[in-house]
């Protein structure tokens, strides 16, 4: 089996501080890991992956995630919040020789100016 | 490219109709996905499909739903009859089938009542 945790339902920092949203998982051997981000009445939207190679992962929109394999975790991070950051953010986990994606409960982030 | 193209945006149907929605993944990805997002149990795949074939529907809630890809530019989700406890919003996915490349591309979204 395979799951993720985003062990905070809320996030709230302001803008031009750093954010961070958390998300641990669990699979059977190497992971595939995933960021969306979700804005209101919208479809989620890729942000990063990890599959292989570097353990820090750049992604969309000047974030980032760092795979720790000894923790388990994908954290991901931005150094500099926008407000338009204000969103739904989902990790999600996959095992490399299956596509079928767990996706954690969710994050919500709010930037305020 | 328009990316996963999903209608309709917004179904009110009541309780014991057929539903069907629709969706178009993204030209020359292999598989696609079907989600449903509700509060209570957040995001959940219920069928994906690889060369328009069924390749995992256990996520699939009960026999009222069903999902067919008859052509590799288009599936369709049913649900037939319909209950309130269906009422959520329906993610169609795709992504292209090179394990390197896996990140799904997901649709807008059906956003379904049923009263």
């Known amino acids: 089996a395979q799951s993720v945790a985003q062990p905070e339902d809320q996030v709230n920092v302001a803008e031009g501080n750093p954010l961070t949203v958390k998300c641990t998982y669990s699979v059977s051997g190497n992971p595939y890991l995933f960021w969306y981000v979700q804005y209101p009445n919208r479809g989620l939207q890729f942000l990063l992956k990890y599959i292989t190679g570097d353990n820090l992962v750049k992604g969309s929109y000047g974030f980032e995630a760092e795979f720790n394999k000894s923790q388990t975790s994908f954290h991901l991070k931005k150094p500099s919040a926008l407000v338009s950051d204000s969103a739904l953010y989902f990790c999600?986990?996959?095992?490399?020789?299956?596509?079928?994606?767990?996706f954690g409960a969710g994050t919500t982030v709010t930037v305020r100016a | 490219d328009a990316g996963v193209i999903q209608s309709p945006r917004h179904e009110v149907t009541e309780m014991g109709q057929e539903v069907t929605l629709r969706c178009k993944p993204i030209s020359g990805h292999d598989y696609l996905f079907w989600y449903r997002q509700t509060m209570m149990r957040g995001l959940e795949l219920l069928i994906y499909?690889?060369?328009?074939?069924?390749?995992?529907d256990s996520g699939m809630p009960e026999d009222r739903f069903s999902a067919k890809m008859p052509n590799a530019s288009f599936s369709t989700l049913k649900i037939q009859p319909s209950e309130p406890r269906d009422s959520a919003v329906y993610f169609c996915?795709?992504?292209?089938?090179?394990?390197?490349?896996?990140?799904?591309?997901f649709g807008p979204g059906t956003r379904l009542t049923v009263l």
């Open positions: 499909f690889n060369n328009n074939v069924p390749i995992d």
């Open positions: 996915a795709s992504s292209f089938p090179d394990p390197l490349n896996q990140a799904q591309y």
């Open positions: 999600a986990v996959r095992r490399s020789n299956d596509y079928k994606l767990s």
